[in-house]
Nanobody, 122 residues
Framework: QVQLVESGGGLVQPGGSLRLSCAAS????????MGWYRQAPGKQRELVAL???????NYAASVKGRFTISRVNANNTLYLQMNSLKPEGTAVYYC????????????????WGRGTQGTVSS
């Protein structure tokens, strides 16, 4: 079993930054792929970024160049640094993890956090 707990959400003005954290515990290892998804009001959940067990990262085109995903394998903590935030970035941000990279990529991960709210508004 794996448990994921997100934190770091909040209210920020357009152009501002937020740093999200996802603390993983239980039977998880650095070999797991992990990712960030978000769901805006009235929208479907979408992939924001993911990172493989080997450390390679992928980003949605809408956030590439502004967001950075990283992980600290020693304590199984995942981060998402979000810069130059836009109002359309307002969403609940979810952390997910799975042994298989493709499951994270395809929104089919075995493990999910409960989410943290990020709001971008002036």
């Amino acid at each position: 079993q794996v448990q994921l707990v997100e934190s770091g959400g909040g209210l920020v003005q357009p152009g501002g930054s937020l740093r999200l954290s996802c603390a993983a515990s239980g039977r998880i290892s650095s070999a797991y792929a992990m990712g960030w998804y978000r769901q805006a009001p009235g929208k479907q959940r979408e992939l924001v970024a993911l990172i493989s067990g080997g450390g390679s990262s992928n980003y949605a085109a809408s956030v590439k160049g502004r967001f950075t995903i990283s992980r600290v394998n020693a304590n199984n903590t995942l981060y998402l640094q979000m810069n130059s935030l836009k109002p359309e970035g307002t969403a609940v941000y979810y952390c997910d993890a799975d042994r298989e990279f493709w499951r994270v990529l395809r929104d089919n991960s075995a493990y999910w956090g409960r989410g943290t709210q990020g709001t971008v508004s002036s």
